[in-house]
């Protein structure tokens, strides 16, 4: 069966230094894979998408990696703030153009925490 | 722009009752979702529309789920009779559709559910 693996255990980091999560997949062939952060209470909020075809996805201090052959996204989150601190969610997912599915398949989030 | 509107944003009930959760999606979205989101987990997708057919809703427990999109807006998710297992956060999700392009979805705060 299709599993996606997200740390469980919360990352906890200083401020300033560059946080990397990990997201693996088994039994799974994505067309892209998207990571979302989620504050305590609140819904997920849409960061950055990687296609199949895409090595690494840059935006401001964040950058993705997806490696199809491992089958792992790593995300990384440079100079970190106490600010980054939230609950990161990888989502696969297999885009149809044909029926207009997009549906996406998360993991269960690692949870972040930046120290001052 | 306005976001992903969702009401009740919390709701107790005991088993066996009925409850609805209601969503507006962003305006322009063709797309809308329901997501089931349990505590320690990520969002687990129940239903998908296209404006208003339904897409996808191999995951809804179709003897207590239902769901509508009435007019290709406005979403309605109901629970009749609720367990204690569908003690969750019920969010609401929506996108561009496929001619969009766009894969990104945007969510709204979600509905807390308390079965008691």
Sequence with gaps: SQKIEQNSEALNIQEGKTATLTCNYTNYSPAYLQWYRQDPGRGPVFLLLIRENEKEKRKERLKVTFDTTLKQSLFHITASQPADSATYLCALGKGSMDTGRRALTFGSGTRLQVQP | ?116
């Design chain 2, 1 to 116: 722009e306005a976001g992903v509107a969702q009401s009740p944003r919390y709701k107790i009930i005991e088993k066996r009752q009925s409850v609805a959760f209601w969503c507006n999606p962003i305006s322009g979205h063709a797309t809308l979702y329901w997501y089931q989101q349990i505590l320690g987990q990520g969002p687990k997708l129940l239903i998908q529309f296209q404006n208003n057919g339904v897409v996808d809703d191999s995951q809804l427990p179709k003897d207590r789920f239902s769901a509508e999109r009435l007019k290709g807006v406005d979403s309605t998710l109901k629970i009749q009779p609720a367990k204690l297992e569908d003690s969750a956060v019920y969010l609401c999700a929506s996108s561009l559709g496929f001619s969009g392009g766009s894969y990104e979805q945007y969510f709204g705060p979600g509905t807390r559910l308390t079965v008691t």
